[in-house]
């Protein structure tokens, strides 16, 4: 059995006066975490079409990837005879690693959950596997990331109260067996609260979770098809519920605006493949808004993605350039849009952490949500 830590992993450095937003410090295996952090995501052992290298230069200090997708492919075995995730990728900074319960509802052809774990068939070459709670985290354990998930139960944004409330007993069933089984106590370990679009369930979920006593929890089914404004009524509502000297998570989430109401909310940590999924389909995130440089209006236009970034992108490359590399088909116009809006959403975060250290959060989101607009230009 896994002892209980006594070591303090997360500290609270400040609290904003007028809003639930902190700053706080996350101790890993792998270095510190500066919270609120938004946490790129390398959902196969690699953020698409970036380096380590070009990650660390855009200020990422954790990741986040993906156990279902690796134990697909290639195996947490291969990845464990390389001594873990950190050496066979190469980052040397923290690792998240969801469990994959997301993926396995949402990819799996057919499948069938019972209390006592999923047997469904691979996305990738139609396999039959069946995963459990404790093989979840034994492949966590494996792949040795600083900080692992529980299996949870997703359910869909349109399912009944009672299907939700099914899977908040199901989850609160395997959190209990996923906390029994993992021994590794150099990596901590968070709860999910599930309950869907259901108060009375998320609140359900919030106190059997915390019975349970895990090193942080994430807010888990949020951004599967709801809207914005449902969504964050759920975050701004659970979210101060959850114990303040652990690390609270939103699990899937992360546009611009997205990151100032969850980090006012009391959020810690936010990932989102937003940023390398635009960018593969032409579209770069500005101080401005979202810009389509592949549109032909950029045909001729000089003009960095966004004459205030300072990344390597901005400071070398005009928007007629990328739209070339767009139109040419050359992998570069990925990397290099893939690069600024990492880099994008990194520095947005960091100026959020210093407003939030120099008390002015609710100023500087007025200021930069004034001049943003949300849709594609």
């Known amino acids: 059995m896994k002892t209980e830590q006594v070591k303090e992993t997360f500290q609270i450095i400040k609290q904003d006066p007028e809003t639930q937003a902190r700053l706080g410090i996350l101790k ?63 980052w040397k900074k923290p690792i998240l690693t969801d469990s994959g319960g997301y993926q396995v509802f949402s990819l799996a052809r057919l499948r069938k959950i019972t209390d006592d774990g999923v047997t469904f068939n691979s996305h990738f070459d139609g396999r039959e596997i069946f995963l459990t709670p404790e093989e979840v985290i034994k492949a966590q354990e494996g792949l040795g990331s600083d900080i692992a998930m529980i299996f949870d139960e997703c359910p869909p944004a349109d399912a009944t109260y009672a299907q939700v409330d099914e899977a908040v007993r199901r989850t609160i069933h395997w959190a209990k067996r996923a906390k029994d089984a993992h021994l590794c106590d150099k990596q901590l370990l968070f709860g999910i609260i599930q309950g869907g679009r259901f108060l009375e369930l998320r609140k359900k979920s919030l106190d059997q979770t915390l019975d349970i006593n895990f090193d942080g ?42 990151l100032f109401w969850s980090f006012e909310a009391g959020i810690d940590l936010l990932d989102c493949v937003n940023p390398t999924r635009y960018a593969r389909n032409g579209c770069a995130y500005t101080r401005a808004g979202k810009i389509i440089v592949r549109n032909a209006q950029y045909t001729q236009d000089q003009a960095p993605l966004d004459e205030t970034c300072g990344c390597y992108t901005c400071q070398n490359f005009s928007r007629s350039y990328l739209r070339h590399l767009f139109n040419c088909e050359e992998i570069l116009g990925h990397r290099l849009i893939s690069y600024h809006n990492v880099h994008f959403f990194l520095a947005l975060t960091n100026e959020i952490r210093n407003s939030i250290s120099e008390g002015r959060f609710l100023a500087f989101k007025k200021e930069f949500l004034a001049g943003y607009d949300d849709s594609l230009r």
């Not at 807010?219 to 959850?242: C, K, N, T």
Request: no cysteine.
């Open 217 to 258: 929890y994430a807010i888990g089914g949020v951004s599967v098809g709801e809207s914005r404004d449902e969504m964050e009524r759920i975050v701004r509502e659970m979210a101060p519920l959850l114990p303040a000297d652990k690390p609270r998570y939103l699990m899937g989430v992360g546009t611009p605006i997205d």
């Open 28 to 90: 890993t295996e792998h270095g510190m975490i500066h919270t609120p952090m938004f946490m790129p995501v390398g959902t196969q052992a690699t953020v698409k079409t970036l380096s380590p290298k070009e990650l660390d230069e855009a200020g990422a200090e954790i990741i986040l990837s993906n156990t279902y997708h690796l134990y697909i492919r290639p195996g947490i075995d291969l990845i464990r005879q390389h001594g873990g995730l950190h050496k066979f990728m190469g």
